[in-house]
T-cell receptor
Framework: AQSVSQHNHHVILSEAASLELGCNYS??????LFWYVQYPGQHLQLLLK??????LVKGIKGFEAEFIKSKFSFNLRKPSVQWSDTAEYFC????????????FGGGTRLMVKP | KAGVTQTPRYLIKTRGQQVTLSCSPI?????VSWYQQTPGQGLQFLFE???????NKGNFPGRFSGRQFSNSRSEMNVSTLELGDSALYLC?????????????FGDGTRLSIL
C-alpha cells in the first residue's frame, strides 16, 4: 500500500522567510502528486499538481513544488511567506491505477508571524 | 459555479445509531470520493463512486457504505455508530475518473458520537 510522509508537523516562520515543506511517498509506479491547503475555517483547496512533464510545477499564490522521482519526493516551496499563508498543508498522491483515490500525508501546520 | 455541497454541516448521534450524509458534486462532475478526517489518523480515503459504481474502497469496516445516484449526488451511510466514528467527513468531486483530475472538496460534515 502506498504511503505519504510529511516530515514537519508544525512550522513557524516570520513573514518574508522562505518555506520548504517536505513530502515523500512510497509507490514505485506512475503517480500523480498534489499539494492541498486548508486555511482556517475553509475547505481543502488545490495549491498545485504534477502529472507529467516539467518536474518543477508552479501553483497559486507563489507556491511551487519539485518532483524528484529518484527521491520519491515532492517538496513544496515559497520564497517569501506572508501572514495569510498561515494554514495546514497536505501532500497527496494518486497512483494511476486507483481512480481518484488520494493518499494524504499527515499535514503540516504553518504559522507565519507578522 | 457552485462548489461541492455537503449536508448536514453538523450531526450529533449516539452509539449504535446510524447516519446518512449527503454530497452534491460540482455540476458536471461524475466522480465523488469520501474521506474521513480525524486528529489522530489524518485524512483517510473511504470510497470513490464514478457513474453510480463504487470504483475504490479504503480500509474501513463494512459499517461504512455509500452510493451514487444518476445525477452524481452521493450519500454515505454509517451503521452501528461507534465513538471512534467521530470525525469530519469530507466529500470531493472531480470531472472524470482519472487520477490526474484535481478534486474539489466540500466543507465537510462534522459527526460527533456521544
Amino acid at each position: 500500500a502506498q504511503s505519504v510522509s510529511q516530515h514537519n508537523h508544525h512550522v513557524i516562520l516570520s513573514e518574508a522567510a522562505s518555506l520548504e515543506l517536505g513530502c515523500n511517498y512510497s509507490y514505485g509506479g506512475t503517480v500523480n502528486l498534489f499539494w492541498y491547503v486548508q486555511y482556517p475555517g475553509q475547505h481543502l483547496q488545490l495549491l498545485l499538481k504534477y502529472f507529467s512533464g516539467d518536474p518543477l510545477v508552479k501553483g497559486i499564490k507563489g507556491f511551487e513544488a519539485e518532483f524528484i522521482k529518484s527521491k520519491f519526493s515532492f517538496n513544496l516551496r515559497k520564497p517569501s511567506v506572508q501572514w495569510s499563508d498561515t494554514a495546514e498543508y497536505f501532500c497527496a498522491v494518486n497512483n494511476n491505477n486507483a481512480g481518484n483515490m488520494l493518499t494524504f500525508g499527515g499535514g503540516t501546520r504553518l504559522m507565519v508571524k507578522p | 459555479k457552485a462548489g461541492v455541497t455537503q449536508t448536514p454541516r453538523y450531526l450529533i448521534k449516539t452509539r449504535g445509531q446510524q447516519v446518512t450524509l449527503s454530497c452534491s458534486p460540482i455540476s458536471g462532475h461524475r466522480s465523488v470520493s469520501w474521506y474521513q478526517q480525524t486528529p489522530g489518523q489524518g485524512l483517510q480515503f473511504l470510497f470513490e463512486y464514478f457513474s453510480e459504481t463504487q470504483r475504490n474502497k479504503g480500509n474501513f469496516p463494512g459499517r461504512f457504505s455509500g452510493r451514487q445516484f444518476s445525477n452524481s449526488r452521493s450519500e454515505m451511510n454509517v451503521s452501528t455508530l461507534e465513538l471512534g466514528d467521530s470525525a469530519l467527513y469530507l466529500c470531493a468531486s472531480s470531472l472524470e475518473g482519472q487520477g490526474s483530475q484535481p478534486q474539489h472538496f466540500g466543507d465537510g460534515t462534522r459527526l460527533s458520537i456521544l
